[in-house]
């Protein structure tokens, strides 16, 4: 890890954020060790950074950004459920485990996730270009923003939208 001001070629935050999360999901329903944790964390984190590996343009944030979508959308991830089978979960207990529909973006500066088609977008972690991350940055991503609400087993989004009105 360099300390190096400017743009940041690796994308160690960025990853630990989106495993952090997926993690979480699974750890609040009950079913998971934490030492099964321990070992999807790591085939997660493996499996992005192999995934990213030339798909990661920290001038250009938004190229690629599509090919780095982990997206749960009545089919699971090929990513997760690699990384899920690891320890031993199947496709159908991953299904029990995390929502049905949930879009997770990894760019670089930004991961952020929506559960439901119509969701609110919610960041989990954000960095500037200009900044380095910070480590309380990087190691925030255990706590959920966005109301801390997870919405998990849930299919419709929350009520919350916003309307505007043109004449």
């Known amino acids: 890890q360099s300390q190096r001001r400017g743009p940041r070629p690796d994308m160690a935050p960025e990853i630990a954020a989106a495993v952090g ?3 979480s999901l699974l750890r609040t329903r009950g079913c998971v060790s934490e030492q099964q944790l321990q070992v999807f964390s790591g085939a997660l984190r493996e499996a992005l950074a192999e995934h990213y590996k030339h798909h990661w343009f920290p001038e250009k944030p938004f190229k ?5 979508c982990i997206r749960i959308n009545h089919k699971m991830d090929p990513i997760i ?3 899920a089978s690891q320890i031993g979960l199947s496709l159908p207990q991953l299904y029990q485990l995390l929502p049905s529909e949930l879009t997770l973006w990894v760019d670089p500066y930004e991961v952020s996730y929506r559960i439901g088609e119509d969701g609110s977008i919610c960041v989990l972690y954000e960095a ?3 900044k380095p991350a910070t480590s309380k940055a990087a190691s925030s991503y255990g706590m959920l923003t966005c109301k ?5 087993g849930r299919t419709s989004p929350s009520k919350n939208y916003i309307m505007t009105v043109s004449s």
Do not use: E, P
Request: aromatic share 10%; net charge positive; no cysteine.
């Open 21 to 23: 999360f997926v993690s």
């Open 64 to 68: 690629g950004s599509g090919y780095r």
């Open 81 to 83: 459920s690699k990384a």
């Open 128 to 130: 500037t270009a200009s």
């Open 148 to 152: 801390n609400q997870l919405m998990l």
